[in-house]
Structure formats: structure tokens, C-alpha cells
């Protein structure tokens, strides 16, 4: 099937999918302000950018495998790598705690949680239960222009596969998977997914993580269901959607 056959070109409307870039704290925020009122709030804004940063950066750095599950990291530690206090790398760190993505380790740090292959055939296991019933369900529904607009979504996968970019590539692929799920109006599905979705692409314990080949046949299979989905053959579709969940984590 030829890619994009019977697509219009039709801006998405969903972001686009960066690849990920290093941290850097943000310089101070300039500008003036009009009399009489009061100034921006700089230093929240400065403290909630770096922390957002240094989330993204560890998310990164789990999804790599720089973090090795069942090692013990400090948060003066991490700060002193990203260039920053300890801080905000503590406030990010809580956060993937609540995640289940590390541990906390009183007086020491945070250790990263170590995940075998039954955790993460349960996890791949619970994302078909929701998911593919809605992807069949919206087959049927969503008209050809609908999906041609996610192609460049499922373009951006290949091309962090293509280099071996392990960390854009996770967001691309949930960023594909969400677009997906988005039309089907369910703000709640979506955001359920995408958590269980960020949990199966961290890395087991031990296996490696995954190989550019790796990424770029979980690419592949991105690019033929968006075929699928355009030419409306809800067959194909099934088929397809069903052995992308028995496969890998994406």
C-alpha cells in the first residue's frame, strides 16, 4: 500500500514531537511591565521550568538505561550532573516515585525500581484490554482525513528510530498512541493509557534497552496501522493492533 495514499495534506492538530534535548537552566526572564501592576511571578516560574526540565531528563535517562534499576541514586548527586541544586531533582524524582519508576531510600536517595518480563507482560496485557477495542470501535467511525492527519506523528517515530534515539522515540511513540486514543473524546482514557503506556517502556532489569532495529520495526508497525486506518480495513487493522500489543512495549 502506498504510504498516505488518499491523505490530503492536512496540518495536524496535535504538537509536534521534538526530540529530546539536554537540560539547561532557563536564564532569567526579562521583559518590562506595565505601571501599576504587579510584576511576573520569576522565581516560581525559573523553579517550575528546571524541575519540569529535570523530569524530562530522567524520564529520558530511565527510558536509555543511564539510571540502572536497583541502584541507588542522590539527589546532590544528579544535581551536580544536570547543573542544578539538589531541589529540584528531589520534587522531580517524588514525582516518578508516584509513578512506581524509583524507590525511596530514607537518608540515602531514590533507587530505581526493577521491573521483570511479568510486569511487563501485565502492563501489555492491560493496555490491549483498553485500547484495542477502542482503536477497532473508532476503525469504523473515523473518516480517512481524521487519520491522515496523524501522519506526521507516525513519521516522527520512524525518524527517531531511524537514529536510535531511545528517548524521542518514547515520546513520539506515546505521542502516536495518544493522537489515537484522543479521537475517541475520552480525556479520561487517554490519560489512564498514556501512564500505563510510559510504564511498559522502561527497561527491564535484564534486558537491555531497546535496540535501534528494535525501534525501528515498533515504527513499521505504526506506519501499517495508520495505512490500515485510512483504507478502512477494520480486518487488517485488528490484525495489526493486536500484534503490536503481543510484541514489544510499544
Same mark, same amino acid.
Given at each position: 500500500?502506498e ?48 524541575r519540569?526540565?529535570?523530569? @524530562? /531528563?530522567?524520564? $529520558? &535517562?530511565?527510558v536509555? =538505561? ?12 544528579? %544535581? ?74 507516525? @513519521? /516522527?517515530?520512524? $525518524? &527517531?528510530?531511524?537514529? =536510535? ?12 498512541? %495518544? ?18 503506556h ?28 495508520l ?9 487488517v ?14
Amino acid at each position: 500500500m502506498e504510504q498516505g495514499r488518499g491523505c490530503e495534506e492536512v496540518r495536524p492538530p496535535y504538537a509536534s514531537v521534538t526530540a529530546h534535548s539536554s537540560v539547561r537552566v532557563p536564564e532569567q526572564v526579562r521583559g518590562e511591565h506595565t505601571h501599576g501592576e504587579p510584576p511576573p511571578p520569576r522565581p516560581e516560574v525559573r523553579r517550575h521550568s528546571v524541575r519540569g526540565q529535570i523530569l @524530562d /531528563a530522567l524520564r $529520558a &535517562a530511565l527510558v536509555d =538505561g543511564e539510571l540502572i534499576p536497583g541502584q541507588v541514586y542522590s539527589a546532590p548527586a544528579l %544535581g551536580g550532573r544536570f547543573g542544578v541544586s539538589a531541589t529540584p531533582v528531589r520534587e522531580a524524582m517524588q514525582q516518578l516515585a508516584g509513578e512506581g519508576a524509583v524507590e525511596v531510600v530514607p537518608n540515602r536517595g531514590f533507587r530505581v525500581s526493577e521491573r521483570g518480563p511479568r510486569e511487563l507482560a501485565e502492563l501489555a496485557e492491560v493496555r490491549a484490554l483498553i485500547e484495542v477495542p477502542v482503536m477497532l470501535r473508532l476503525a469504523r467511525s473515523v473518516p480517512p482525513a481524521g487519520w491522515c492527519a496523524l501522519r506526521p506523528l507516525a @513519521d /516522527a517515530t520512524v $525518524a &527517531a528510530a531511524a537514529v =536510535g534515539d531511545r528517548a524521542s522515540y518514547a515520546e513520539a511513540d506515546r505521542a502516536f498512541h %495518544g493522537a489515537v486514543l484522543a479521537l475517541s473524546g475520552n480525556t479520561q482514557l487517554v490519560a489512564v493509557a498514556d501512564e500505563l503506556h510510559r510504564r511498559s517502556q522502561w527497561p527491564l532489569e535484564t534486558n537491555p534497552p531497546a535496540s535501534r532495529a528494535d525501534l525501528l520495526a515498533d515504527a513499521s508497525e505504526h506506519t501499517a496501522l495508520l495505512d490500515a486506518l485510512i483504507a478502512q480495513d477494520v480486518v487488517v487493522v485488528q490484525s495489526l493492533v493486536r500484534e503490536h500489543f503481543a510484541g514489544s512495549g510499544g
